[in-house]
C-alpha cells in the first residue's frame, strides 16, 4: 500500500509562482512512476507531468511546457511540481498520483494511488 499527501497549494496571482509537494510513504520501488494531475471545476482530472523513480525521465502536458518542472527527492521520498508563471487557467485541485512500473503513464486509469488533492488558485 502506498499513501501520498500532497501540500502547497495556496491562492496565487498570475505571473507567480507556487511548488506542489506530494510525500509518498508505503511500499514503494525504484520502478515507481508518479504523476501530477489536476481537476479543474466543471472537467474531468487531466494530466499534468510524471517522471520515472529509476532514471527520472519526465513528461508534461503541452500547456505546461517550459513553466512546471516535475522532480524528485527519493532520499526524502517527495515529489515536488515547480510551477511558474502560473496563469488563470491554471486554477485547479491538484493530485498526485503513483503506479508501479516505468511506462509513459499519463491517463487517470493507469494509476492506483491518489492524494487528496490540494487546492491552486490563480487569480487574475
Known amino acids: 500500500q502506498v499513501q501520498l499527501v500532497e501540500s502547497g497549494g495556496g491562492l496565487v496571482q498570475a505571473g507567480g509562482s507556487l511548488r506542489l509537494s506530494c510525500a509518498v510513504s508505503?511500499?514503494?520501488?525504484?520502478?515507481?512512476?508518479m504523476g501530477w494531475f489536476r481537476q479543474a471545476p466543471g472537467k474531468e482530472r487531466a494530466f499534468v507531468a510524471r517522471?520515472?523513480?529509476?532514471?527520472?525521465?519526465?513528461s508534461y502536458v503541452d500547456s505546461v511546457k517550459g513553466r512546471f518542472t516535475i522532480s524528485r527527492d527519493n532520499a526524502k521520498n517527495t515529489v515536488y511540481l515547480q510551477m511558474n508563471s502560473l496563469k488563470p487557467e491554471d486554477t485547479a485541485v491538484y493530485y498526485c498520483?503513483?503506479?508501479?512500473?516505468?511506462?509513459?503513464?499519463?491517463?487517470?486509469?493507469?494509476?492506483?494511488?491518489w492524494g487528496q488533492g490540494t487546492q491552486v488558485t490563480v487569480s487574475s
Open positions: 508505503g511500499r514503494t520501488s525504484t520502478s515507481y512512476t
Open positions: 517522471i520515472r523513480r529509476s532514471d527520472s525521465i519526465t
Open positions: 498520483a503513483a503506479r508501479q512500473g516505468s511506462g509513459n503513464y499519463i491517463r487517470t486509469s493507469e494509476y492506483n494511488y
